[in-house]
């Protein structure tokens, strides 16, 4: 059985930062394309930041750039989002999610998920 579970949300004044986490059991992780979605209150879940095995690709919203980075620990079987600079607009609950292809997980369609974690911005 295949599982996500992410950490690390939280409450986090502007201008601060955070780590995420996202442990993933049950699949070969180090095959595996990683990416982070999140979705805000109203709004379509978007892609935050995704990386190809091995990390020869990644990609980033325009909105993160400079501000956030995703890495990988395969040993650890776990795909982290390192976050700072922190922005109200960064408020969402956001998801890991992978795939073996990492077009697909690029639009949205990776095949796994996990649950989500809130992280919230707020003076």
Same mark, same amino acid.
């Given at each position: ?6 950490? !690390? *949300? /939280?409450? &986090?004044?502007?201008? !601060?930062?955070?780590?995420? %986490?996202? =442990? ?8 595996? +394309?990683? *990416?982070?979605? @999140? ?12 990386? +190809? ?9 325009? +909105?993160?750039? *400079? @501000?956030? $980075?995703?890495? @990988?620990?395969?040993?650890?079987? $776990? ?10 607009? /960064? $408020?969402? &609950?956001?998801?890991?999610?992978? /795939? =073996? ?6 639009? !949205? ?12 911005? %707020?003076?």
């Amino acid at each position: 059985q295949v599982q996500l579970v992410e950490s !690390g *949300g /939280d409450l &986090v004044q502007p201008g !601060g930062s955070l780590r995420l %986490s996202c =442990a993933a059991s049950g699949i070969m992780f180090a095959a595996y +394309s990683m *990416g982070w979605y @999140r979705q805000a209150p109203g709004k379509q879940r978007e892609l935050v930041a995704a990386m +190809s095995p091995v990390g020869f690709i990644r990609n980033y919203t325009d +909105s993160v750039k *400079g @501000r956030f $980075t995703i890495s @990988r620990d395969d040993a650890k079987n $776990t795909v982290y989002l390192q976050m700072s600079s922190l922005k109200p607009d /960064d $408020t969402a &609950v956001y998801y890991c999610n992978a /795939d =073996a292809d990492y077009r697909v997980l690029l639009k !949205g369609l990776g095949h796994y998920w996990g649950q989500g974690t809130q992280v919230i911005v %707020s003076a």
